[in-house]
């Protein structure tokens, strides 16, 4: 099993140690991960992969999509003090936890907006989703909110085929485009672990974001 210090940049490690005991105890966290120990491989690694990209790793407006119990966002907040992380979610309960985790922590930089991800706006060099929602439906939640040259990850599972041909077709739509796909083992036994990544270079036409649950409801693709 790997420890904190195995996983996360030295100085994360006390603020990401204070989230996991947080998680550990507070039934409205929203993960059914619990244990310190297995958090540390499911959810700190898994949000940290992507720290080793460099667009990532130098980003310094970061917007997480349905931040849920606050991965990957709280662990990029902890792992890049340079950055602030704006963690966007729509349900009161979960925000209450966030802004918790948030405040025990210490991180300073990450920010926690109760909102429907259609309703939030700025201009962000890196957006994330983790475990939301369907490659054609998220490329249209971030589009907007990344300014041209940025990038969007998603943390994915295994995607089929036809979710992946779906996206490109759906970034394409938006104004992104897809840049890779990059396997990742954050932990002993990960499978079907994947980080898909999307640029921006083009403007979002006007019509973007379509109002709430219009995305999930009719597909771009």
Same mark, same amino acid.
């Given at each position: 099993m790997k420890h904190l210090e195995d996983v996360a940049p030295?100085?994360?490690?006390?603020?990401?140690a204070v989230i996991l005991g947080l998680q550990a105890t507070d039934p409205t966290a929203s993960t059914t991960v619990r244990d310190p120990g297995e958090a540390v491989?499911?959810?700190?690694a898994d949000?940290?992969?992507?720290?080793?990209?460099p667009y990532v790793?130098?980003?310094?407006r970061i917007t997480d999509l349905g931040s849920g119990a606050g991965w990957p966002g709280l662990a990029l907040a902890a792992a890049l003090p340079d950055a602030h992380v704006w963690l966007v979610e729509s349900a009161i309960r979960h925000c209450r936890y966030l802004e918790r985790a948030v405040e025990l922590s210490g991180l300073t930089n990450a920010t926690v907006v109760h909102a429907r991800v259609e309703e939030?706006? #700025?201009?962000?060099d890196v957006v994330t989703? /983790?475990?939301?929602?369907?490659?054609p439906v998220l490329v249209e939640y971030a589009a907007p909110l990344l300014e041209l040259g940025g990038h969007f990850v998603a943390w994915k599972g295994a995607a089929s085929p036809e979710e992946t041909a779906a996206g490109a077709v759906a970034a394409g739509i938006v104004g992104l485009e897809p840049v890779e796909?990059?396997?990742?083992?954050?932990?002993?036994?990960?499978r079907?672990?994947?980080?898909?990544?999307?640029?921006?270079? #083009?403007?979002?036409?006007?019509?973007?974001? /379509?109002r709430p649950g219009m995305a999930t409801k009719r597909p771009l693709a």
């Open positions: 030295a100085h994360a490690v006390d603020a990401l491989g499911r959810h700190v949000s940290l992969s992507a720290i080793e990209l790793a130098g980003a310094r939030w706006s #700025g201009q962000h989703a /983790r475990a939301l929602a369907a490659l796909v990059i396997p990742v083992v954050p932990y002993e036994g990960a079907d672990h994947s980080l898909h990544v999307f640029r921006k270079i #083009g403007e979002t036409p006007e019509r973007f974001p /379509r």
